[in-house]
Nanobody
């Protein structure tokens, strides 16, 4: 059983930055594809980014491309999401998730991810 715990989000001004982290316990992350998702009020959960288990291949949704960066430190069993140039429309609950190998190629699909964190709120507002 993979247990994932996200770091606390927070309130950020537009244009600001925030880094989320996700720590896995009771498992070695080396063999898992990791992803970040978000869900805004009244909207479906959407994929933000993912990173493959082997070669570090990454994928980003168009809405966050060139602003967000996903990375992983397998030695620390941790995956990160660095969010820069934040916009009001980035406001959402952000979730970390884990999937088996091969789940991050040309999309980040929530149905491919089996294990989920509890979510953390990110609010972007002046």
């Amino acid at each position: 059983q993979v247990q994932l715990v996200e770091s606390r989000g927070g309130l950020v001004q537009p244009g600001g930055s925030l880094r989320l982290s996700c720590i896995a316990s009771d498992v070695t992350l080396d063999y898992y594809t990791m992803g970040w998702f978000r869900q805004a009020p009244g909207k479906e959960r959407e994929g933000v980014s993912c990173i493959s288990d082997r070669d570090g291949w990454t994928f980003y949704a168009d809405s966050v491309k060139h602003r967000f960066t996903i990375s992983r430190d397998n030695a620390k069993n941790t995956v990160y999401l660095q969010m820069n140039s934040l916009k009001a429309e980035d406001t959402a609950v952000y979730y970390c998730a884990a999937a088996g190998p091969g789940a991050c190629v040309h999309a980040v699909n929530r149905f491919d991810f089996r294990y989920w964190g509890q979510g953390t709120q990110v609010a972007v507002s002046a």
